[in-house]
């Protein structure tokens, strides 16, 4: 089986662009959360989705992030107008059940603003 | 919300014990334990949910204290595969999500 899926692992942008994450979860999986995790840091809580919605967008900046997770295809972290305090590794994780379930992590993408 | 871990890095011989520490000060529905290697994803350990249970995964395991809102891994006769960052992750009543401690820099040494 395949585990989920981050695309890309390395992702550079200049001041300004934007920046787009995706994520294919575990086949099965329909909760889908997004952690960001700065250098020698822990992973910090940006948001959970599930199929078509927003659940819990309580760690996501109110500016310029926005995250998705449609019907069909990958969940999508976007980030407008990044700035060099965007450059972390975004690791994506999903679950079977909101709880009592392990995370299963993607390897994640490594953001660079330049 | 973010829960305490401590010690912040730990340094072992091959075989020495060690037991890492986690605690909130909020009710805790269940602790998760993840370790991660550098430059790679967080790989699940063990959850483990309120009610005092120990659980085990080959040499390292957990206990959790649900009175005290702690929960301490483990790891017994460690091997050189066992280096690493561990995380607990602590999940409230009804909560969506984990909440991550800083981590603790694991690294066992021949």
């Known amino acids: 089986n395949a585990g989920v899926m981050q695309n890309p692992r390395h992702l550079v942008r200049r001041r300004g662009q934007e920046a787009r994450l995706r994520c294919s979860p575990v086949k099965g999986h329909s909760h889908v959360y997004w952690y960001r995790q700065l250098p020698e840091e822990g992973l910090k809580f940006m948001v959970y989705?599930?199929?078509?919605?927003?659940?819990?967008e309580s760690g996501m900046p109110k500016e310029r992030f926005s995250a998705e997770f449609p019907k069909e295809g990958p969940s999508i972290l976007r980030i407008q107008q990044v700035v060099r305090g965007d450059s972390a590794a975004y690791f994506c994780a999903s679950s079977p059940t909101p709880q009592d379930s392990p995370l299963h992590f993607g390897n994640g993408t490594r953001l660079t603003v330049t | 919300q973010q829960p305490v871990q401590s010690p912040q890095a730990v340094i072992l011989r091959e075989g020495e014990d060690a037991v890492i520490n986690c605690s909130s000060s909020k009710a805790l529905y269940s602790v998760h334990w993840y370790r991660q290697k550098h430059g790679e994803a967080p790989v699940f350990l063990m959850i483990?949910?309120?009610?005092?249970e120990q659980k085990g995964h080959e040499k390292i395991s957990a206990s959790f204290n649900e009175k005290k809102q702690q929960s301490s891994l483990y790891l017994t006769a460690s091997q050189l595969s066992y280096s690493g960052t561990y995380f607990c992750?602590?999940?409230?009543?009804?909560?969506?999500?984990?909440?991550f401690g800083t981590g603790t820099r694991l690294t066992v040494i021949p």
């Open positions: 992750g602590t999940e409230l009543p009804g909560a969506n999500n984990l909440f």
């Open positions: 483990l949910l309120k009610g005092g």
């Open positions: 989705l599930q199929k078509e919605n927003i659940i819990d």
